[in-house]
């Protein structure tokens, strides 16, 4: 009896996991492109005074970034860094580059505190214009959350895509546009 109720209970759990370990990949799944031949435009170090905090590389379909979706953003974590500290700088440099509307900028931080967790060190996190003017969130692969606003898309990447980027160098490397 005891034995039948363990297999009975073994079978149950077994098929949890399989159900909700092949729902959760499914989620999971980065945009084909992505995943299969993402080319490299530019990759480049992030620093604030001597700390490394992440490893930037913008994909591009077809390896060349013009600004057009789709494009992907791969931020690697060098260092442990807080949602919210990653929701009050990206707040702070949409403000610095002249998005100055109150309530769209609460709206912003209300999407991102929903999607954005804190950071640890090896977490990637993958942002993903996509075609039609909005965005997707990746952490470690798993998607968090996606918008369809493109004022967002186009302000929250114009964080390191901009010729206003708070590290201009930076973003013309990430760009592929290489000093010379």
């Given at each position: 009896m005891h034995r039948a109720v363990w297999m009975v209970g073994g079978c149950f759990i077994s098929m949890m996991l399989m159900v909700t370990g092949s729902s959760h990949k499914a989620y999971a799944q980065l945009p084909g492109w992505v995943e299969t031949s993402p080319h490299l435009v530019g990759e480049v170090r992030f620093r604030m005074f001597f700390f490394d905090?992440?490893?930037?590389?913008?994909?591009a379909p077809d390896g060349r970034y013009d600004g057009t979706s789709p494009?992907?953003?791969?931020?690697?974590?060098?260092?442990?860094?807080?949602?919210?500290?990653?929701?009050?700088?990206?707040?702070?440099?949409?403000?610095?580059?002249?998005?100055?509307?109150?309530?769209?900028?609460?709206?912003?931080?209300?999407w991102m505190e929903q999607n954005f967790p804190d950071m640890q060190n090896g977490d990637e996190a993958v942002m993903v214009a996509l075609a039609d003017g909005g965005m997707a969130f990746y952490h470690n692969q798993i998607k968090r959350g996606q918008t369809n606003d493109p004022a967002f898309t186009k302000a929250f990447f114009a964080i390191w895509l901009s010729d206003n980027a708070l590290k201009p160098d930076l973003s013309r490397r990430l760009r592929g546009i290489w000093a010379e």
């Open positions: 905090v992440y490893h930037a590389a913008l994909f494009y992907a953003l791969k931020l690697s974590y060098l260092r442990d860094v807080s949602g919210q500290t990653i929701i009050e700088t990206s707040l702070d440099e949409m403000r610095r580059q002249g998005v100055n509307d109150a309530a769209r900028l609460a709206e912003w931080a209300g």
